[in-house]
């Protein structure tokens, strides 16, 4: 995208653009291309030798990031996520829906996944030394005796099946994302009362008015009498967000009955509007005589009453009453846990043991569940999206995340909304009055849904992100500023930016862009939703916690590999079948200490130097080596004497002024040891992935490993070391072969996910993933050379595709979606062609089978590929 178009069609790729009637018609010139493998080999050589020599740390970290595994095949435990939903949440619905009309949803089936297998030990801190998971698992609680409807359409329901409290929504007006739950009942039903709406609207307005400036005082905290509005503000938001032990109340007839106490309904009195809108309205019908009668002033109702639940309440209840009494021996946790549960707004946390003795933590969030809200997520249903057009295969490939398939299936999904209103910055400037009864809109079952769609290596980044956020920046602003879900928010939008540029070997390189963005967003403080655009998840966050983050993720972008190795080394491995973790501590020497001592080369490095040296030449390398020597120690001791890091202790081992590139380049002995350390622990991925993976991360493993023995090959004295491990790599790469040819294909997406993966395109299209495209996508530098979507070529690109009016030339521009049905039909013209040989009868309805199912499928591709172009570009 974005060349210029060659004039010679025999030398390349060539589209030949001609003017007919004022449409711009393409027409592709023939194409022969050559696949030569050891052309590929070398170029992606050559690529690697350049950037270990004049990048050495973005080659260490992309190299660092392949060395860790979060899955043992990546693909087959979506496939199987996908079609299954979590077992703790089957066993809990049977009885929470039997006995309590509740439901229990958890999303986070990946990291669920991955909690199993890795865990984090944190060296500081109560829980010093002690595994636990990388991310708290989310609970839903969502309650079923409070429904909301969708008003346009209205639900019948049986005396049986009809729930305690029907509601509908409104929008708020001054918050996106926050919305009103409405009880549209004629009569409410409180505290086993009735009550009329109309006769107890005062009381109610002013018990809700106490339990505004009772949650108000209880944000503020003690600090409530400073008149500074913005430090008044930021004392909420700290205050509601800061984990606090909960206050268990007595148990009670509402701690297990599906009825609210009163507290958690507020009427509100609203102007009636809807009673003057009409010319006549002022006029009424005499019930007695049938003659219309004008109403007097006082017989006109301006006001009517709302009934909204308190969003504050509700939650007070669910975390000091209903979970602590009655739900939490429920759902499995034990009642030392229960005593110890803390609570922020909109949520509670409490931890369990697993079968390993580790710490399994829960935020459980109470919700209710609501369809999905068009008015309110129009724009991410009906976003414009970027295309992104793979031409190197003959028939070109588009990328679009989420396709439209998924935005189909992502609509049909509920949302929920959360007992947590919105806390402004500066509460007397932007007043919020109607905080008690705001609920924030979510929408877990589509972040599930996008998950399960995001490929290997754009995972991979999401869980490195968590890691560094885990080691560096929650210790300082725990949950008060950056938290996982904004990071989830983030690798959204970079997904749907470019779902191709995320190569596996350049992940370092992808993270780096990654961060950058995160970092841009932290400075403006701004970051929108990712379902409801105009809402900016960090509007109400204190600029102090976004400053502290965004010093962190500045100082890991200066140094990225010393940061995530540092970060990593406190990841560990959960025991049992799976891969082997590096040897980070010997990694970190390799790099850092001052000599290093490689075992059985050292000194035949020594001896060759010496024999090639002068004498004059050796005095003055020893000079200069104790002049650097001395130089770099001075300046890490003033770096030591002047940094005022913010988590010195997690900080010592890493120095901002160290120099991976003048200290490999300066020393032979040191990058045998960085080549050796990677190659060893490839090969060993390579080898487990044989036996509990595929083959395709296999031979992606073994090839990555041989690379790094051609770059050893380089040093002198290393090449028969190089050549026994490409003689291992051999054996290795014969042995997977073997088994690629027994094991059975990988089935195609299931027809219950629309989606297709970047590697089950490919397969759709008769081939498999294998080294050539790992070559391919060595020589195109997607990440660095991608053309940013305002720039002239890719529009002048969009358009000309957007003009094309030849149905035959339509075809050869192919969404993903379609290739599934032009399959079918190849197949299906194969099975004419074998009829055609049969007697006349077979013959002729074969004929007329394939007229008929030719033009079903050529209007049917046809009207995809349009569709594709005019809603993508």
């Given at each position: 995208?974005?060349?210029?178009?060659?004039?010679?069609?025999r030398k390349s790729k060539t589209d030949s653009v001609k003017l007919h009637n004022g449409v711009q018609n393409v027409q592709q010139a023939e194409q022969y291309e050559i696949y030569d493998p050891e052309k590929y080999d070398l170029e992606a050589i050559e690529i690697l030798?350049?950037?270990?020599?004049?990048?050495?740390?973005?080659?260490?970290?992309?190299?660092?990031?392949?060395?860790?595994?979060?899955?043992?095949?990546?693909?087959?435990?979506?496939?199987?996520?996908?079609?299954?939903?979590?077992?703790?949440?089957?066993?809990?619905?049977?009885?929470?829906?039997?006995?309590?009309?509740?439901?229990?949803?958890?999303?986070?089936?990946?990291?669920?996944?991955?909690?199993?297998?890795?865990?984090?030990?944190?060296?500081?801190?109560?829980?010093?030394?002690?595994?636990?998971?990388?991310?708290?698992?989310?609970?839903?609680?969502?309650?079923?005796?409070?429904?909301?409807?969708?008003?346009?359409?209205?639900?019948?329901?049986?005396?049986?099946?009809?729930?305690?409290?029907?509601?509908?929504?409104?929008?708020?007006?001054?918050?996106?994302?926050?919305?009103?739950?409405?009880?549209?009942?004629?009569?409410?039903?409180?505290?086993?009362?009735?009550?009329?709406?109309?006769?107890?609207?005062?009381?109610?307005?002013?018990?809700?008015?106490?339990?505004?400036?009772?949650?108000?005082?209880?944000?503020?905290?003690?600090?409530?009498?400073?008149?500074?509005?913005?430090?008044?503000?930021?004392?909420?938001?700290t205050a509601a967000r800061t984990p606090k032990k909960i206050q268990i109340s007595k148990k009670d007839i509402y701690s297990k009955i599906n009825k609210l106490p009163s507290r958690c309904i507020t009427a509100v009195k609203v102007k009636n509007e809807d009673d003057l809108?009409?010319?006549?309205?002022?006029?009424?019908?005499?019930?007695?005589?049938?003659?219309?009668?004008?109403?007097?002033?006082?017989?006109?109702?301006?006001?009517?009453?709302?009934?909204?639940?308190?969003?504050?309440?509700?939650?007070?209840?669910?975390?000091?009453?209903?979970?602590?009494?009655?739900?939490?021996?429920?759902?499995?946790?034990?009642?030392?846990?229960?005593?110890?549960?803390?609570?922020?707004?909109?949520?509670?946390?409490?931890?369990?043991?697993?079968?390993?003795?580790?710490?399994?933590?829960?935020?459980?969030?109470?919700?209710?569940?609501?369809?999905?809200?068009?008015?309110?997520?129009?724009?991410?249903?009906?976003?414009?999206?970027?295309?992104?057009?793979?031409?190197?295969?003959?028939?070109?490939?588009?990328?679009?995340?989420?396709?439209?398939?998924?935005?189909?299936?992502?609509?049909?999904?509920?949302?929920?909304?959360?007992?947590?209103?919105?806390?402004?910055?500066?509460?007397?400037?932007?007043?919020?009055?109607?905080?008690?009864?705001?609920?924030?809109?979510?929408?877990?079952?589509?972040?599930?849904?996008?998950?399960?769609?995001?490929?290997?290596?754009?995972?991979?980044?999401?869980?490195?992100?968590?890691?560094?956020?885990?080691?560096?920046?929650?210790?300082?602003?725990?949950?008060?500023?950056?938290?996982?879900?904004?990071?989830?928010?983030?690798?959204?939008?970079?997904?749907?930016?470019?779902?191709?540029?995320?190569?596996?070997?350049?992940?370092?390189?992808?993270?780096?862009?990654?961060?950058?963005?995160?970092?841009?967003?932290?400075?403006?403080?701004?970051?929108?939703?990712?379902?409801?655009?105009?809402?900016?998840?960090?509007?109400?966050?204190?600029?102090?916690?976004?400053?502290?983050?965004?010093?962190?993720?500045?100082?890991?972008?200066?140094?990225?590999?010393?940061?995530?190795?540092?970060?990593?080394?406190?990841?560990?491995?959960?025991?049992?079948?799976?891969?082997?973790?590096?040897?980070?501590?010997?990694?970190?020497?390799?790099?850092?200490?001052?000599?290093?001592?490689?075992?059985?080369?050292?000194?035949?490095?020594?001896?060759?130097?010496?024999?090639?040296?002068?004498?004059?030449?050796?005095?003055?390398?020893?000079?200069?080596?104790?002049?650097?020597?001395?130089?770099?120690?001075?300046?890490?001791?003033?770096?030591?004497?002047?940094?005022?890091?913010?988590?010195?202790?997690?900080?010592?081992?890493?120095?901002?002024?160290?120099?991976?590139?003048?200290?490999?380049?300066?020393?032979?002995?040191?990058?045998?040891?960085?080549?050796?350390?990677?190659?060893?622990?490839?090969?060993?991925?390579?080898?487990?992935?044989?036996?509990?993976?595929?083959?395709?991360?296999?031979?992606?493993?073994?090839?990555?490993?041989?690379?790094?023995?051609?770059?050893?090959?380089?040093?002198?004295?290393?090449?028969?070391?190089?050549?026994?491990?490409?003689?291992?790599?051999?054996?290795?790469?014969?042995?997977?072969?073997?088994?690629?040819?027994?094991?059975?294909?990988?089935?195609?997406?299931?027809?219950?996910?629309?989606?297709?993966?970047?590697?089950?395109?490919?397969?759709?299209?008769?081939?498999?993933?294998?080294?050539?495209?790992?070559?391919?996508?060595?020589?195109?530098?997607?990440?660095?050379?991608?053309?940013?979507?305002?720039?002239?070529?890719?529009?002048?690109?969009?358009?000309?595709?957007?003009?094309?009016?030849?149905?035959?030339?339509?075809?050869?521009?192919?969404?993903?979606?379609?290739?599934?049905?032009?399959?079918?039909?190849?197949?299906?013209?194969?099975?004419?062609?074998?009829?055609?040989?049969?007697?006349?009868?077979?013959?002729?309805?074969?004929?007329?089978?394939?007229?008929?199912?030719?033009?079903?499928?050529?209007?049917?591709?046809?009207?995809?590929?349009?569709?594709?172009?005019?809603?993508?570009?």
């Open positions: 995208m974005g060349k210029k178009l060659s004039k010679h069609p030798k350049k950037e270990f020599k004049e990048d050495p740390e973005v080659f260490i970290l992309n190299m660092l990031l392949m060395s860790f595994m979060f899955f043992d095949d990546y693909q087959e435990e979506i496939r199987t996520l996908v079609n299954t939903s979590s077992e703790r949440g089957k066993k809990l619905n049977l009885k929470l829906i039997r006995d309590h009309q509740k439901q229990v949803l958890t999303p986070d089936s990946i990291l669920e996944s991955v909690n199993k297998r890795v865990k984090f030990q944190p060296s500081h801190g109560p829980n010093k030394d002690t595994l636990q998971p990388l991310v708290p698992q989310r609970m839903f609680i969502l309650h079923d005796t409070i429904e909301i409807e969708d008003k346009n359409v209205r639900t019948d329901y049986s005396r049986i099946d009809k729930p305690s409290y029907p509601a509908d929504i409104e929008e708020s007006k001054e918050h996106k994302g926050f919305v009103k739950v409405n009880l549209i009942e004629k009569s409410c039903k409180i505290e086993g009362e009735t009550r009329t709406p109309s006769t107890d609207s005062a009381s109610s307005s002013a018990s809700s008015k106490v339990s505004k400036r009772k949650s108000e005082s209880s944000f503020r905290g003690d600090q409530a009498n400073d008149n500074s509005e913005s430090d008044d503000g930021y004392r909420m938001i809108s009409d010319s006549d309205s002022d006029e009424e019908t005499d019930n007695y005589s049938g003659k219309k009668r004008k109403r007097s002033v006082h017989e006109i109702q301006l006001f009517r009453t709302h009934y909204y639940l308190n969003s504050i309440e509700f939650m007070a209840h669910f975390q000091n009453n209903v979970f602590p009494n009655t739900l939490g021996e429920v759902l499995g946790f034990a009642i030392e846990a229960i005593n110890r549960t803390e609570s922020i707004s909109g949520a509670i946390y409490c931890n369990t043991i697993d079968e390993d003795q580790n710490i399994v933590q829960w935020e459980i969030i109470p919700a209710i569940a609501m369809p999905w809200p068009n008015e309110i997520a129009f724009e991410w249903t009906l976003r414009r999206r970027r295309t992104v057009w793979d031409k190197k295969e003959k028939t070109p490939i588009a990328y679009k995340w989420p396709t439209q398939k998924m935005i189909e299936e992502v609509n049909k999904l509920n949302c929920i909304v959360i007992p947590r209103g919105f806390i402004p910055k500066r509460p007397k400037k932007n007043k919020n009055p109607e905080m008690h009864i705001e609920w924030e809109v979510g929408f877990p079952k589509a972040e599930r849904f996008l998950e399960f769609r995001m490929s290997h290596a754009q995972m991979r980044i999401f869980l490195y992100i968590i890691i560094l956020h885990k080691y560096f920046i929650e210790p300082l602003t725990e949950k008060r500023g950056l938290i996982i879900d904004h990071i989830r928010i983030m690798m959204f939008w970079e997904c749907e930016t470019n779902y191709k540029a995320w190569p596996e070997h350049k992940l370092g390189t992808k993270l780096k862009l990654v961060l950058k963005n995160l970092f841009d967003h932290l400075s403006k403080a701004e970051l929108p939703n990712y379902f409801i655009r105009g809402k900016n998840v960090l509007e109400n966050i204190p600029r102090t916690n976004l400053v502290e983050a965004q010093n962190v993720i500045h100082r890991i972008l200066e140094t990225p590999s010393q940061y995530l190795l540092e970060a990593l080394k406190h990841v560990k491995y959960a025991p049992g079948k799976f891969y082997s973790e590096p040897d980070l501590e010997k990694l970190q020497e390799i790099l850092t200490k001052e000599t290093v001592l490689p075992y059985g080369a050292h000194q035949t490095i020594m001896m060759q130097a010496k024999i090639k040296q002068k004498p004059e030449e050796h005095i003055k390398q020893d000079k200069g080596q104790k002049w650097n020597k001395l130089y770099r120690e001075q300046r890490r001791i003033a770096h030591a004497e002047n940094s005022k890091n913010l988590h010195e202790q997690k900080e010592d081992s890493i120095n901002s002024n160290f120099s991976v590139k003048k200290r490999l380049n300066e020393d032979v002995a040191r990058q045998i040891l960085l080549l050796t350390f990677f190659i060893q622990h490839f090969l060993k991925i390579a080898k487990k992935s044989l036996k509990i993976s595929s083959t395709k991360q296999t031979l992606f493993y073994l090839k990555q490993s041989f690379y790094l023995t051609k770059l050893l090959e380089d040093i002198e004295i290393e090449k028969e070391n190089a050549k026994k491990f490409q003689m291992q790599i051999k054996e290795e790469e014969q042995n997977c072969l073997k088994k690629q040819v027994t094991e059975p294909k990988v089935p195609l997406t299931p027809k219950r996910n629309p989606s297709f993966y970047a590697n089950e395109i490919l397969q759709v299209k008769g081939k498999e993933i294998n080294m050539m495209n790992l070559n391919k996508s060595y020589n195109s530098n997607a990440i660095e050379n991608q053309p940013k979507p305002s720039t002239p070529e890719v529009n002048n690109n969009m358009k000309s595709r957007q003009n094309l009016s030849n149905a035959n030339e339509m075809k050869k521009i192919v969404h993903v979606e379609v290739y599934e049905e032009k399959i079918k039909r190849d197949d299906v013209e194969k099975s004419i062609q074998a009829r055609q040989h049969s007697p006349v009868k077979d013959a002729k309805r074969a004929v007329s089978f394939k007229s008929s199912y030719s033009d079903n499928a050529n209007s049917k591709i046809a009207s995809i590929d349009y569709d594709a172009e005019s809603t993508s570009l």
